[in-house]
């Protein structure tokens, strides 16, 4: 296959109009801290028995299509000594990598954030394509204030992000490209809106000026929301008022538009996304959550062994009521059915 049809392919093991991808990358520190909160320290061992856990859930793969790892993951095998990238694409999760190294702060921009990894990008990620990885993830952080993201702030993360995606499509890796506009703040919606248009226009610009293929990446997007310390907003409010900038920015060649769930609680996430499906648009409208898929897992699990299956039921419920979500058929009251 040459590099095109690698792209293809891969895209066409992804996107379908049921199935999400499962975020599963959080880097040493991140993950401390969320095995902290269930008293579990953060070992290789444990991490490796958590992530096995997830990766190994019966039936996870008829509605997960991608899982997102971490670095280390990618080395990593179960208890049978099976990868961990192998495990995964055993239920035909396609296995990803996340390769950015994080935000600073940007020079001449206060308040606004960039990502660092791009030095030795492609040499890393042909390693990344030897241990299994088919795809990639790289993450651009936008804070919102009275005066953030500025001009330079937008510029210089899109910039960051195309030639990301760049590096990955010549290399056969199909990019998750990933622009988030943080909820925290007590502005409105109508403030998330200006700002994820401003993002959204920004990035496509360059992704345009790079040569990115629109047909070979993936958008991971934040919804459009009212911030933290503002309201909850209903999600009609937020499908429409996602949709409506969605559509000003995002080209119909993107095949497929995987939001993050940014913090919002695994049932939000997951009616907001049912919202958006009940309205549509011309891509697929799908997850790449984190924690609105994991935080139950980690509750149900403990880091104890006997509770891996309670574990993996959790995980299991929480795929399949956004697989619902995907075709508008969810419902609250599934929560405590399921
Ligand atoms: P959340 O869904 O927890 O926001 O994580 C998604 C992610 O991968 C952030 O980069």
């Not at 902290?36 to 992530?51: G, K, P, Q």
């Not at 510029?155 to 490209?177: D, F, M, S």
């Not at 360059?206 to 990115?212: C, F």
Request: glycine share 8%; with cysteine.
């Amino acid at each position: 296959m040459n590099t095109d049809q690698r792209l293809q392919q891969t895209i066409n093991d992804m996107v379908d109009d049921r199935r999400g991808i499962l975020a599963a990358d959080e880097s040493a520190p991140t993950i401390k801290k969320r095995f902290a909160a269930i008293n579990l320290e953060s070992t290789e061992a444990t991490r490796s028995s958590y992530r096995s856990l997830l990766l190994e859930t019966p039936g996870l793969g008829e509605y997960i299509s991608g899982v997102i790892l971490f670095e280390e993951t990618l080395t990593q095998a179960n208890a049978a000594g099976t990868p961990l990238p192998a495990v995964a694409w055993h239920q035909k999760i396609v296995p990803g990598i996340k390769v950015d190294k994080g935000t600073e702060a940007l020079a001449g921009a206060p308040g606004d954030l960039i990502t660092k990894g791009l030095d030795g990008l492609a040499d890393r990620l042909v390693t990344y394509v030897e241990q299994g990885a088919r795809f990639a993830k790289w993450r651009e952080v936008y804070p919102i204030t009275d005066i953030n993201p500025t001009p330079l702030g937008l510029h210089a993360n899109a910039e960051r992000l195309a030639h990301y995606a760049k590096t990955c499509q010549e290399l056969g890796v199909v990019p998750i490209v990933e622009p988030e506009v943080l909820m925290d703040g007590n502005h409105d919606i109508a403030r998330c809106a200006v700002v994820t248009e401003q993002v959204l226009h920004a990035v496509f610009n360059v992704l345009l000026r790079y040569g990115v293929t629109l047909e070979h990446m993936i958008l991971k997007p934040n919804m459009v929301l009212p911030g933290k310390d503002c309201r909850i907003a209903p999600p009609e409010e937020i499908a429409e008022a996602t949709l409506n900038i969605f559509r000003r920015t995002i080209p119909a060649a993107v095949p497929s538009i995987n939001f993050l769930s940014g913090g919002q609680t695994p049932e939000e996430a997951t009616a907001n996304l049912n919202a958006i499906n009940q309205i549509g648009g011309p891509w697929q409208l799908s997850i790449s959550y984190g924690r609105a898929l994991q935080q139950p897992v980690l509750q149900a699990w403990q880091g104890k062994a006997e509770n891996i299956s309670a574990a993996q039921a959790a995980l299991l419920k929480r795929a399949r009521l956004n697989s619902l979500a995907r075709l508008g058929k969810y419902a609250a009251v599934m929560e405590t059915k399921a």
